[in-house]
């Protein structure tokens, strides 16, 4: 029941930007922590930012802080992740999860492409 689904990847060059969406339902949206997550090819999927059930909290990796903002609204029960400055580093598959009575949700995730 519990669905995610990430939009809004996309080519871009070095220096550029992209706003990833992430469209939940099944759940109580507004009640839960919300985080992205990205995998590159031959790496583990790392954590790249959350932010609490309000949005008055936020966290991110060293790697992309000053770069990336998450946000979310939950009257639309959707998540954001505004990647700016973008480097070819951060190229990957971006995920949306929800940790819910301990068990992981995952979307299908959106890719990002940072090339020249």
């Known amino acids: 029941q519990v669905q995610l689904v990430e939009s809004g990847g996309g080519l871009v060059q070095p220096g550029g930007s992209l706003r990833l969406s992430c469209a939940a339902s099944g759940f109580l949206f507004s009640t839960y922590r919300m985080s992205w997550y990205r995998q590159a090819p031959g790496k583990e999927r790392e954590l790249v930012a959350t932010i609490t059930s309000t949005g008055g909290s936020t966290n991110y990796a060293d790697s992309v802080k000053g770069r990336f903002t998450i946000s979310r609204d939950n009257t639309k029960n959707t998540v954001f992740l505004q990647m700016n400055s973008l480097k070819p580093e951060d190229t990957a598959v971006y995920y949306c999860?929800?940790?819910?009575?301990?068990?992981?949700?995952w979307g299908q995730g959106t890719q990002v492409t940072v090339s020249s």
């Open positions: 999860n929800v940790v819910i009575r301990g068990a992981l949700y």
